[in-house]
């Protein structure tokens, strides 16, 4: 027998979570470390704050200021929202999709290493004490190696270009799995509207992360081995790392916010108990608008001098994703309208977002006036802008879906006066700090300062932002408190612990087995589960009969390959080549084994399956 | 067209209230919504339209919303199925094609001020020419037309154009005088000068800022752009090219010229250098771009900024008195090592450089 040629491989403790290919581990594994990351990053933010509370302050030296603020956007961008929303990715799509796993879970578990691999190495430069600090967009000349001596810059170069690896394989990853793994009768009109965001989201992954490594490439190419790329005294165009960093950066923003978009329609129809209003115009809306992501690269280059035909082209196609954004707010409010909403903390987040979101969503539109943005840009105007659709939309898309599926990822429920007193604080905070920072932006406070004169005006609008910025850090604390707490809280989760669950993940235990489902679910719908619950049944109709399930073995090779380009990076910026040849012999020499031994995986009898195999 | 007209026309009375709300805050020397000139009065005037239709869709969203919110929490113990709703056309139809009339209104400004803003004055005889070259962290303003340079103070006649072609000489800065018009990047490099004119219809000084990321002291990189009437401006400039005399003491000629000079011009001496001008600093508006001659004297902040350049603009590419240059092309020059009777001779001598217009 088949089922019986391969002896079935099994870690425990500490090696289960080095080796595991299973994507609700890595899901885990995504979540602390992006985790951790949200935690420095946010820690970062504090210290700019506290040096920003009163003019000409000295908390923070200006060489350490930018470094900072360098850090902040690039941990938080890359290191923190990224992974949190890949924990989602991978906690959730398999299960919705009725899948047993990713199409790849080799390489899920190599997509999460080296994105791991890249943040450590990022971050360690703090201890090196070479920090990068010509700010998360790293525009030469100052990035370039006249301006930016020492290894800073490097470590953000060789950081991202790892972690990129990562998020690129993640990418192909999903689009793999979305398209060919879905369970029988889930058509792409059956997909649930998460589904559908991270499956644009991968998309655009795949066609903006190769950008931005060759950037990268080019850059750390320009510092390392004295190419001229951008080096304009030697006939290199520093304008052309803005092009290639926006290419990049835009649909970077849509890569952030399309999961949360997914979360919240998902978030919003459960708790209003209502089918998602307009859902194919929800699809169709989410298709434009990362369509159009790639096609307005140049708004945030506004003043770079591209001249009037560039400026009112790009203007004109920023504007227009107005339009289908517009259309998913309203078939938000409108799933709301006649519902019976309940307020829980994942709701209270969905519900906080749509206004917010809204008023992140309208500055965009007054940034892509061109001739405004002459005023607006690099001012205070935009970092409101940004923080109010990254933190506003995209954190609390996060914050969402984290008090949503945490019973699912985790089995235990998140206690809910805890999630309510983490809302409301964190949402205070965070009108309270960035609100007023448009302000500060319009009577001319340009961003990245390290501090102001005073006289200016800027003095107690900053005050208030920082106090607003420690509303926040205590909001998030009270997140970790629920987590721990909830941890001590040994109570067993129902399958459905909200009862109005409507897609396929809540017709499985919580947490689920290590296998999702015994049998792969037969979708009849879209809304599968609820649909069969409206029928009053308890579980999903079989697509098959129950049998052995073929599961991948778990292996150590990602994390060896991780470690090993972790070394080469480290190699190749500090000129040591044998330590760089060493680390890629061992990148390479793990995908050669890959490559030469096969593994079929192993086979869960269904004797093996009646015992409960929990992941 | 009727119709565009109409909704317009609701909306002026919001735009008119957001205009007055806008510019109750900031200082009318620095604030982007009390412009003080034409052009940044257009921006301004797209800012408040732009701000009065996004206030409307604001309110819009927000009263549905806590409608919403309150008419369909649900009550306790309620444990009805509510109907589920595919969708609805007419609904679709209406939030997609009000936003799109709401963008054609904002639309068809923007690109005309696009246009219209970017209008290039080079060749015009009527427009007073400027080149601008941003420095880490100084601007340097030079006159092509009259043969002159200076720096920090950008000194225009009102009820002129005035053009300017913006060039870095290190890393990308951005050149923004806020109630005056929007901001222009530096760029160094070939092919990437940039133009950009403005107008000044009062006279007065206006604060200008470096709006991007250039290093340490990015935050500190301000300038002022003084207008002046047409009269007052020719006689600047007639003051600017008349001749300077040295220090009258030796030994403080001596290190002036050893010691400033090797970087610095002033007058007719070593003209087109790399660092400020230093003809007429006595007259200007401040010292370092951040040293207010209006709260202490000319000669203190001249003496501050000449023994502590380094602790005042961190990164900066001047040594002072005790610190060498640790950052940028100036790497490794070393510290002027000024004695306290030079220091005070070079400040007093430099005061006194005061012109006449």
Known sequence: MAAHAHTVKRYRGLMDWLTTVDHKKIGILYLIAGGFFFLIGGLEAILIRIQLIKPMNDFVGADTFNQLITMHGTTMIFLAAMPMLFALMNA??????????????????????????????????WFA???????????????????AGGHGVDYYLMGLQIAGIGTLIGGINFMATIINMRAPGMSFMRMPMFTWAIFITSALIVFAFPVLTVGLVALTFDRLFQANFFETGNGGNAVLWEHIFWVFGHPEVYILILPAFGVISEVVSTFSR??????????????????????????????????PVANGLFSIATMLIAVPTGVKIFNWLFTLWGGSISFTSASLFAIGFIPTFVMGGVTGVMLAVAPADFQYHDTYFVVAHFHYVIVGGLIFGIFSGLHYWWPKMFGRVLNEKLGKATFWTFFIGFHMTFFIQHFLGLIGMPRRVWTYLPGQD???????????????????????????????????????????????????????????????????????????????????????????????????????????????????????????????????GSMFLRSVFDDHGFHIEPEEQEKGVHA | MMNRWRVFKRLLPLMAGMALLLSA???????????????????????????SIMALVVVVVFAICIYVLIRFRRRKGDNTVPKQVEGNHTLEIIWTVIPIILLLILGVPTINSVFGLSKDYSKDPEAVQVTVTSHQYWWEFEYPEYGIKT????????????????????????????????KIDTNAGLGTTNKLYLEFPKEGVFRGKCAELCGPSHSLMDFKAKAVSQESFDRWVAAMKAPVAMP??????????????????????????????????????????????????????????????????????????????????????????????????????????????
């Not at chain 1, 700010?135 to 301006?147: D, E, F, R």
């Not at chain 2, 009820?159 to 913006?166: A, E, W």
């Open chain 1, 129 to 147: 004490g070479d920090i990068p600090d010509a700010g998360w967009t790293s525009y030469v000349p100052l990035a370039g190696p006249m301006y």
């Open chain 1, 92 to 125: 959730v799509i398999p299960l919705q999709i009725g899948a047993r796993d990713v199409a790849f879970p080799f390489l899920n578990s190599l997509g999460f290493w080296t994105f791991f691999a890249g943040g450590v190495l990022l971050n360690i430069s």
């Open chain 2, 151 to 182: 720096a920090q103070d950008l000194i225009v006649p009102t009820g002129r154009k005035i053009q300017f072609k913006l060039a870095s000489g290190d890393v990308t800065h951005a050149f923004w005088i806020p109630s005056i018009g929007g």
């Open chain 1, 458 to 588: 800027f003095d107690t609008m900053n005050a208030v932002s920082t106090v607003g910025a420690f509303l926040m850090g205590i909001g998030t604390i009270l997140f970790i408190v629920n987590v721990i707490v909830s941890a001590a809280n040994k109570k067993p989760v129902a399958d459905d612990p909200w009862e109005d669950g409507r897609s396929l993940e809540w017709s499985i235990p919580s947490p689920p087995p290590e296998y999702n489902f015994k049998q792969l679910p037969l979708v009849r719908s879209y809304d599968a589960w609820w649909n069969e619950k409206q029928k009053g049944n308890t579980e999903m109709p079989p697509a098959e009969p129950v049998g052995p399930i073929h599961m991948p073995s778990p292996s150590i090779l990602p994390l060896v390959m991780s470690i090993g380009l972790f070394a080469a990076a480290l190699g190749f910026m500090y000129d040591h080549l044998i330590v760089a040849i060493g680390g890629l012999v061992v990148t390479f």
């Open chain 1, 274 to 307: 209502k089918r998602l209003f307009g859902y194919s115009s929800m699809v169709f809306a989410t298709v434009l608008i990362a369509f159009l992501g790639f096609m307005v690269w140049a708004h945030h280059m506004f003043t770079t001098g591209l001249g």
């Open chain 2, 25 to 51: 805050c900031g200082r009318d020397d620095l604030s982007t919504l009390s412009p003080q000139g034409p052009v940044a009065q257009k921006q301004f005037d797209l800012m408040t339209l732009s701000i």
């Open chain 2, 248 to 357: 009258a003491d030796e030994n403080v000629k001596a290190a002036f010229e050893s010691k400033c000079l090797s970087c610095h011009a002033i007058g007719e001496t070593n003209a087109g250098s790399a660092a400020p001008n230093l003809t007429g600093i006595g007259s200007r508006q401040t010292v370092g771009g951040i040293l207010y001659n209006d709260e202490k004297s000319v000669e203190e902040n001249l003496k501050n900024w000449i023994a502590h350049a380094q602790t005042i603009k961190p990164g900066n590419q001047m040594p002072d008195v005790s610190t060498d240059v640790s950052y940028g092309p100036g790497k490794g020059t070393t510290a002027t090592g000024l004695t306290q009777e030079e220091l005070d001779g070079i400040a007093k001598y430099l005061a006194s450089q005061k012109l006449e217009y």
